[in-house]
């Protein structure tokens, strides 16, 4: 549906960051009322709902948003409608690159209880200050909630959360206990990786066997790694470990440890050589990669029809000429929810480069992004 100059068609966004909000029907309530006032005050023409539930306001990867976004990107939105400024985003900067892109497809902005016109300097202004002080409580918020975790990680008690795979918080005693099945799991995993050395591997055999992650998903190679790297298995419990202020400046001030916290699944001696082997194996990956040679193309550039997810690109077979081509797979393949095929240069190459030449060639014939968009949906698709 294309959006028409004298017709309204709305994006309603809604968004509530706790199940605790989830419970209290916000949702509903949120979605009734907005649709409400789509159709009796902004006359809409068509409305459409987008609903991201459990997700923060200062995390801008929420599904529904992302697909919202694209469809006010193919120009198919005059409206955006929010319950609050926060519901969309907490953060002044990624608030305004929004504001900058709604501004640029001509749709307005609309706070449902926050009533100002967007249209006029003064409106622009005072959005922006509301913003402001949004993050400011979101900050603040944060700040509170870090200094209670800390104190309370300082003490031994449990911060909150679910607890790693192999063990479960007693609710009765408030203190950790082991998971009987899951930690078989867990040995098993430290053991078959002296052996292995291959975290893809064993996720593999776990997955032949059936057995499932704490959130019910396959195993995959990162959540083998994580287990590995995870001090919690000799029975430390530590805060802060994974931080940005500690991954960006390798400061490790505000990391909180205790020892002998709980019941240790693994001993040092096992951890410490399995920790050892990832971490050669790592440097030795990078060395792999700084070496490589190879130039993938349309790497960056592909994403699955199905999925959506990115296209991987990694090394073919050297065909008889001496030409190496490149490999495709998506993501979802990778992780075993997506079965579209591996593909390669030679299928991709030949409508990829038609494309280009196409569009260079009609460019100056595209009067506005919708246009654009509209012709390159219907050239291909690859599947």
């Known amino acids: 549906m294309k959006k028409n100059q004298n017709q309204t068609h709305v994006a309603i966004y809604i968004r509530v960051s706790t199940e605790h909000q989830i419970e209290r029907d916000s949702l509903p309530f949120q979605k009734d009322t907005l649709e409400k006032y789509a159709i009796h005050t902004l006359n809409a023409d068509s409305y459409e709902v987008f609903t991201d539930a459990g997700f923060s306001g200062t995390n801008i ?97 449990w911060t909150g959360g679910q607890p790693p795979y192999g063990y479960q918080y007693d609710i009765e005693t408030k ?96 951890f410490k050589l399995c920790n050892h082997i990832l971490s050669l194996q790592t440097n030795h990956s990078k060395m792999r990669t700084r070496k490589q040679t190879h130039c993938h193309i349309l790497s960056g550039l592909l994403f699955c029809a199905k999925c959506e997810q990115p296209l991987l690109s990694q090394e073919g077979s050297t065909q008889k000429s001496g030409w190496k081509y490149s490999s495709y797979v998506c993501k979802g393949r990778r992780k075993k929810y997506c079965d579209n095929p591996y593909t390669s240069d030679l299928h991709l ?35």
């Open 349 to 383: 190459l030949p409508p990829c480069t038609s494309f280009y030449v196409a569009f260079c060639m009609l460019r100056p014939n595209f009067k506005s992004i919708g246009a654009w968009k509209n012709w390159k949906s219907s050239c291909f698709v690859i599947h």
């Open 175 to 270: 203190e950790i206990t082991v998971n009987e099945m899951e930690s078989q799991v867990v040995k098993y995993i430290f053991h078959c990786y002296e052996i292995l050395r291959s975290c893809r591997t064993i996720a593999d055999l776990l997955n032949r066997q059936h057995f499932k992650t704490t959130m019910g998903n396959n195993w995959n190679a990162k959540a083998i790694e994580d287990i590995l790297k995870n001090p919690f298995y000799i029975g430390m419990l530590s805060y802060n470990r994974r931080t940005k202020i500690c991954e960006a400046d390798n400061d490790l001030s505000s990391l909180v440890t205790v020892e002998e916290h709980h019941y240790p699944l693994i001993d040092y001696k096992q």
């Open 61 to 157: 990867r929420r599904p529904a948003y992302s697909r919202m976004l694209r469809k006010i990107r193919s120009g198919k939105f005059t409206h955006l409608l929010v319950w609050r400024i926060d519901r969309i985003n907490r953060n002044v900067v990624e608030f305004s690159k929004l504001y900058e892109e709604l501004q640029k497809y001509h749709v307005t902005f609309v706070s449902q209880t926050e009533q100002f016109d967007t249209s006029s300097a003064i409106g622009s202004a005072m959005l922006r200050i509301i913003m402001v002080f949004a993050q400011l409580e979101s900050e603040m918020t944060a700040e509170r909630i870090h200094a209670v975790l800390t104190f309370k990680a300082s003490e031994g008690e």
